[in-house]
């Protein structure tokens, strides 16, 4: 192949002055700082109607500390990922797609046991995260993408997103061309110069790659072939033309969540120009209703077409882009409003990403309620799909749910054509068949088509024969002109992608459990075997057998980790000579690390042989490799050897290659000499740590300090302002919601804190981190309980290993009076296996809370007492009949340490000490690998109690900040409960926050007196 051609850089088409996408990728870490990106290639392969793009991404990591990554990026719409793959040493270790309800356990996994791993998750929409551990201080991390795509449309070009990149050391672009595609930005375009590129130094991208497809009067359907497999573009109306689609009235719903935040100002401008676009296509006296919606919905127009104007518009800009995605209530809304006014209303316009983050969220149900609205009066709904992140498959069935199908608009296309398609029929569900294929999708089109739409086509057909197309009502069969593939690799991808599609559009319309189960396994099993994502897979990246020579990585103020491992072979006790130089390493290190006085040789087998057995050889391995140690200077005092057999193996059992991983020797740092003590088995806790150590740092304390002490409106302009500047940043919301707070606008306050459900909608740990200060806010807004409980539901579908999801959830539902519904969360919790090194004691915890919650249940409804003491029975509980304050901690972050310290307070002066364990202290369980929870239960306070409740930073490790809350319940001893919840954030290594002081409030009454108390 011939050399590249130069891009011409300066003919690419420049973006918009006013950025309305953000950053097309990131690494940041726990603490919302972004790593520096230093490098990006990318390699393109455009073969019209299918591209190949492989990006290889480097990012460094400027901190001092050892750390975890997020790395996040929004895809094209679609896109089939088939490879992430990290560097790992001196070589590049592949992502396997695995199952994704097993991956996120096997990360964690190696995260505890200092693994390399990496874990790409597809998020809703088109946007995916990868958690990367670990990131050494100063260390390079190497990242490696790469996905297929469709091109729908021959009119929109192919487009590689570099805009919003920082600066770069090195941007290096490679671009290859089939046949279709017309690179009219290159400096030589055309067939003689099918490769492009572009190679600087010291660079700032300001701009996109775009290659547009096709010509101006050049065939727009296309076909491209790989043996029988064979993907094609067709037009489904040519020539016909529509009816039009007069409009009575108009109901438009302008989606204002947080996810928005990019080129809000934009995207109100565009609505401005559309309903004058409109105005004009459907005539000033249509009615018209203007409804902004994220979390809740507020109406800003109610009038006709001709009087909407400039104050609506800003109405809606001063709302802002806030708080999370409701869209099944802004579908009642619309449904309430046609109804109200005697269906005056035939149209709904949807501006939406479509990604609801709140309430209803899968798709058969907002499709349920958006056909509700045809009892209305409302005909069709279409839909114009903001932003880069977004759910068209969303969008699209919610244009289908209605008697006239709608369309789903791409972007913010230019409002005269908006309008125009707006104002014009539809046809739907055209039937598709392709002349002697056994496989074809979609075998009908469901969605409205208008003309000069395009589809694709897949289908496998016999090798040699022409490839032609019937479609159902609207064309004779006709044939697409075929082009080979260069790739046989780029068309089996998009057909197994299509397969994919196939399979899950059937499991979302799937009637029973078993059927959705049976499609379920046979989208697993097709995605991993041919290694392209699907919704139930994901790529994970775990380390080989290591190279690496040893080291000790400081994870905390007084916590370290020894990160090497030796490797046997199977049944052998022997060290393998390439070992020797590394071991030679590590004496090295630890007789230069003195103060590591006690380190755990752990000696691990495969799951070969009898337990007995592999028990003996593991403990065989931990003592040779004591005895290297120690004949080469290493105290023995310093050293002690245990097998634990297969108990803790890093991956499952399942290949040669699996089990030589697992037949290893590790090390464990278990004490060093200036460890702080944590909570010993008699239960008293380190008096040596300083309550007065700063909690946060940088921005966030600063804020925090205006927001604590300065005038309101001073701390809400500050607050605003970095959240201005950091849309995405979680510490931003957070102090933006406490500024609200402040200032008393506890709505605006709500919608900040359900800002980090719509950014994060798939990570539980934010969502309940959101449910935390939602819930503080329960006794002053009646909205924010019932998005808290939401939050945790949803959070608990994301992570059910995590015990802290079902507590939250139960005693969020029991605050709300539901305590049915929050029994039986908690019981279901009880049945769980949970890691018992990971949280231990918590089986005993989670029973402790089931009685408690039997005994509320029992109050409420006294008729029901012995069936809930049966049940509480039956899963190891009994009713709780004492009086009691428990304080249970929980935080969102994993592999750190969170401490939860109660002081007994004497009045304005708190006394010095922790509190010791007298008779009174029932239980608590402590948690130090992240999430928590730890309890601590006071049985029968001394009357008029107070107490001083503290959140200490033990360990930070890599994580970075701390979202957790202490939740206080007092119990009456007669089933009456009090909530209280305490959020906060943790920024700094032994930083403590003062949670405040928590007094007695209620007092023993007679069962059946009062109902729970379910406020603070």
Known sequence: MASPVRFDWAAQPAGDAEPT????????????NRLAMVAFDARVVVEDPLAFTELRYLFRNPGDRLVEGRFETTLPEGAAVSRFAMRIGDRVQEGEVVEATKATRVYEAFLHRQVDPALLEKQPGNRFQARVFPIFPGEVKEILLSYSQELARADEPYRLRLRGMPRLDALDLRIFLG?????????SPGAASPAFGLYERGFLPDRDIVVPLARPGEEQERALRSGTKVVARVTPLLEEKQAPAPIRGLLVLVDTSASRAFGFGAQVRWLGSFLDSLRQSAGPGAALRVACFDQGVAEVYRGDLAGFGPQALEAIKARGPLGASDLEKALHYAARAGAQEGKKYDRVVLLSDGIASAGAIASSALAAQAASLSGSGIERLDAIALGEARDATQLAGLALSLPSAGVVQDGAPPPPRAAARLMTATLAGISVRVPGAKWVWPSAIRAGVQPGDQVLVYAEVEEGRPFEVALGGVSTRRAVPLAAASSELLVDRAITHARIRDLEERHSGAS???????????????????RVLSSFTTLLVAEPLPARPPSIVRLGETEYEILYYVYFDASST?????????????????????????IEIQGHTDDRGREADRVRVSQARAEVIKGYLVDRGVE?????????????PIVENKTEQDRARNRRVMFRVLETSSLIARWLAAGRRSKSHDPRAPAHAGRFAETMARIQSGPAEAALREAQAWRDAEPTDALALIALGQAFEKKGQIAEAE???????????GRAELRRAAGAYLERLAGQSRSALPLAIDAYRHGLELRPDHPSSHRLLAFGLAREGSLEAAFSVLEEATRRAFDAERFPGVDVALKDDLGLLAAAWTRAQPARAREIEGRAAAAGAQPNRERSVRFALTWENDANDVELDVVEDGGPTPRTGFLEKPARIKGWTQASSGYGPEVLVIEA????????VHARYQRRGAMGHALGKVQIIEHDGSGGLRFDDRPFVLMNEGGSVDLGVVEEAVRPRAAGAIPPATGP
């Open 941 to 948: 306070p001394p009357a008029g109690f107070r107490y001083r």
């Open 179 to 187: 046949a279709g595609a017309a690179p009219a930005t290159a400096t």
């Open 574 to 598: 022997k060290i393998k000579p390439e070992f020797f130089p590394l071991l030679d390493e590590l004496v090295r290190l630890i007789v230069g690390a003195p103060h590591l006085t006690k």
């Open 636 to 648: 023995p005092e310093r050293l002690v050897a245990r097998g634990y057999g297969s108990a803790m």
């Open 512 to 530: 029973t459990a078993d059927e959705r189960e049976d499609l379920r396994r046979q989208i697993v099993q097709l995605s991993t075997s041919q």
């Open 21 to 32: 996408l953000g950053p097309p990728v990131s690494l940041t870490t726990p603490d919302g």
């Open 751 to 761: 919608r900040a804190y359900g800002s980090l459900i719509d950014l994060y909608p």
